[in-house]
């Protein structure tokens, strides 16, 4: 199985070769997407941010969340998830946004319908690498 460092260099690849940006939202990976692409030399070219949103108050002052923007959205759900990679991806104006919450993640490419989703069960620590390499595979 490859490594998620080597995945980040593929992505990375991938990115360079499109001209496309990415920006990263993660909770329970905890930095360890971002950790990954920044690894890759050149990582400036295509990494526009990334932040860690595991509380309120750092979904307030990271990514600029307010209530409203989750307001009626069920907690630790997939329509939350979705928010964060919108919100990521509105404030970078980057290509793809990726976000992670519990067992939700999001791919969102600048074009909506081509996002996707992925429930990956219960957050246990486990899933955090599974997690972390199913993000790595770009469309």
């Not at 909770?27 to 950790?35: A, M, V, W, Y």
């Not at 979705?82 to 067992?103: E, G, V």
Request: charged share 15%.
């Amino acid at each position: 199985m490859k490594t998620l460092t080597l995945m980040a260099e593929e992505v990375a690849e991938l990115l360079r070769q499109r001209g496309e940006t990415i920006v990263v939202a993660e909770t329970s990976t905890g930095g360890l997407i971002s950790s990954a692409l920044l690894a890759v030399p050149g990582a400036s070219a295509y990494y526009k941010g990334g932040s860690v949103l595991y509380t309120y108050e750092s979904r307030k002052i990271l990514l600029g969340m307010k209530r409203q923007d989750v307001a009626g959205l069920a907690p630790m759900s997939e329509a939350m998830v979705m928010a964060f990679a919108r919100k990521a991806q509105a404030q970078f104006a980057s290509t793809w946004a990726i976000a992670d919450l519990r067992a939700w993640v999001w791919f969102l490419p600048t074009h909506l319908v081509d996002a996707r989703s992925l429930n990956l069960g219960n957050a246990q620590c486990s899933i955090v690498n599974q997690k972390a390499k199913y993000i790595m595979t770009l469309p």
